[in-house]
């Protein structure tokens, strides 16, 4: 075994004299391995903050509270089966009712509206120019519409030109009127026109011209 404090011969030196040869500035591997380990333990270790774990939330589960008032609880909208006397299943039929829940309208906003004020009778005739009419006929002028009726015929626009003071609905009116009250007298008057047409038809044709 070659010298500890002498520098190794390596030429002279076998590989089985170096199992157990140990330097004197190198201690042995086990003595050098538990200094470390005990110098490493001896250092202060820094401080390992630890979070505290959330604890669990627990849902605990929501109860009616069945013994207050049933008609502070809203109405169910569907159907419901109860147990009769004898155990059997029927329908309740006081779940086939709705009852909506009271609630007060708040009135202060809105607006009286009276309906007799006549702003709800307003129909297509109110915006339509009101008919301005004439008196009622007297005797003259009804002799002048059986004359105008007997010489125009039933002409109601030629006819405004012999009654100025009237439009062509009262023309109309007085005729429909006279045909009901004197229904001879205005067939008497509408012959008359028709021959007088007849007859102005007779003289054109032989006044005018053969072609």
């Known amino acids: 075994m070659p010298d500890v ?7 002279s030196v076998s590989l089985r004299s170096l199992l157990n040869w140990t330097p004197v500035n190198k201690p042995p591997p086990t003595y050098r391995q538990n200094r470390t380990t005990a110098s490493n333990a001896s250092a202060p270790s820094p401080e390992v903050v630890q979070k505290p ?7 605990s589960p929501i109860i009616p509270n069945l013994s207050s008032n049933p008609a502070s609880q809203p109405d169910l909208l569907a159907p419901q089966l109860r147990l009769d006397a004898d155990g059997n299943i029927v329908l309740d039929e006081t779940s086939l009712l709705v009852s909506l829940p009271e609630t007060t ?17 307003v129909t297509y005739n109110s915006f339509r120019p009101q008919e301005k009419r004439g008196g009622r006929w007297d005797a003259r002028e ?4 059986y004359r105008a009726l007997s ?14 003071n009237r439009n ?11 045909s009901r009250a004197h229904p001879y007298l205005v067939n008497q008057a509408l ?8 007859y102005v038809r007779q003289i054109s044709h032989r006044q005018s011209p053969v072609l």
């Open 105 to 121: 309208m708040n009135t202060s906003g809105m607006r009286f509206v009276d309906e007799e004020s006549g702003l709800l009778s």
């Open 5 to 11: 404090d002498k520098p190794l011969d390596r030429s």
């Open 142 to 145: 009804t002799v002048r519409f």
């Open 168 to 178: 062509r609905e009262e023309l109309k009116r007085k005729f429909k009127r006279e």
């Open 191 to 198: 012959r008359k026109f028709s021959h007088l047409t007849s």
């Open 151 to 164: 010489t125009i015929g039933p002409d109601f626009y030629l006819m405004l030109k012999l009654f100025p």
């Open 53 to 59: 774990e959330p604890s669990p939330v627990k849902h």
